[in-house]
């Protein structure tokens, strides 16, 4: 059974960190690219970032580059997303997602964790 469960999300205050985390399990983590999106009520889910399978290379959106990063650790069948400086419109329900290396869509989601963050 495949599972992806996000755990971190919480309160923070304007300009602090929280970390997140994604835990998989019931497939071959190390053969998926995992992403990070964020959705807020009433907009459409935003791809935050994605890390390739072997960790090597990530890619951010424009709002969150410099102030977010990806990691994974393939032997804990585990992705990160470090954030930092956060900002109130970082505020959202974050999913981490999983896709087969070159597959065109995401295969797997999480059921996501909020992060709010107060001005």
């Known amino acids: 059974q495949v599972q992806l469960v996000e755990s971190g999300g919480g309160l923070a205050q304007a300009g602090g960190s929280l970390r997140l985390a994604c835990s998989a399990s019931?497939?071959?983590?190390?053969?998926?690219?995992m992403a990070w999106f964020r959705r807020t009520p009433g907009k459409e889910s935003l791809l935050v970032g994605l890390i390739s399978w072997s960790g090597g290379s990530t890619s951010y959106v424009d709002s969150v580059k410099g102030r977010f990063t990806i990691s994974r650790d393939n032997a804990k069948n585990t992705v990160y997303l470090q954030m930092s400086s956060l900002r109130p419109e970082d505020t959202a329900v974050y999913y981490c997602a999983a896709r087969w290396r070159n597959n065109a869509n995401f295969d797997y989601w999480g059921q996501g964790t909020q992060v709010t963050v107060s001005s």
């Open positions: 019931g497939f071959t983590f190390s053969d998926y690219v």
